[in-house]
């Protein structure tokens, strides 16, 4: 059952998206002091629920997002790719289905290019297979002013959900 209060969001696939990177009421959903830097400055460009289900983001490198070398350090991408890879799972949850968005289990990055401070990137990210209980999902960044790839992970998930009671 959706909760009333994000019922008109359910509609909406870019909605829905944006609301699970801005919930701040429910307990299971508490960004870590180290996404606190990068949440401000991702945002939801669009969504599309059919299969595979996609959700696009643009994201602006800043100083607190990088390394000595003014780049977007390589941490800061894996999480970037961790959070924006699971939400392709939001437009297709439902209680009994991957309503918890699952636990990451491997997440692989390749890094091909720096992206130094005040670069723009676009994170495409789509769920390739979702199972009961494993999901495969793909991000590929790419630098906004000329689309090169600047990296692309592979993230593979465990579903969490509760058994349903029979």
Same mark, same amino acid.
């Given at each position: 059952m959706v909760d009333k209060?994000?019922?008109?969001?359910?509609?909406?696939?870019?909605?829905?998206?944006?609301?699970?990177?801005?919930?701040?009421?429910?307990?299971?959903?508490?960004?870590? !002091?180290?996404?606190?830097?990068? #949440?401000?400055? $991702?945002?939801?460009?669009? /969504?599309?629920?059919?299969?595979?289900?996609?959700? *696009?983001?643009?994201?602006?490198?800043? !100083?607190?997002?990088?390394?000595? #070398?003014?780049? $977007?350090?390589?941490?800061? /991408?894996?999480?970037?790719?961790?959070?924006?890879? *699971?939400?392709?799972l939001v437009l297709i949850s439902k209680p009994g289905f991957w309503q918890y968005l699952g636990v990451t289990r491997n997440l692989n990055v390749t890094y091909f290019r720096p992206v130094p401070k005040g670069e723009e990137v676009i994170i495409e990210t789509e769920a390739l297979q979702v199972g009961k209980r494993l999901a495969t999902l793909k991000g590929v960044m790419r630098r906004k002013r000329d689309g090169e790839i600047v990296s692309i992970c592979e993230h593979l998930k465990a579903n969490i959900d509760p058994e349903p009671k029979v």
């Open positions: 209060k994000y019922q008109d969001i359910y509609d909406d696939p870019v909605e829905r998206a944006k609301a699970w990177l801005t919930r701040d009421d429910d307990e299971r959903w508490k960004a870590g !002091e180290w996404m606190s830097k990068l #949440l401000p400055h $991702l945002e939801v460009t669009s /969504a599309d629920p059919s299969t595979p289900a996609s959700v *696009t983001f643009s994201f602006t490198c800043l !100083e607190e997002h990088c390394n000595r #070398l003014e780049n $977007l350090h390589g941490g800061a /991408a894996a999480t970037l790719f961790d959070l924006c890879t *699971t939400i392709p």
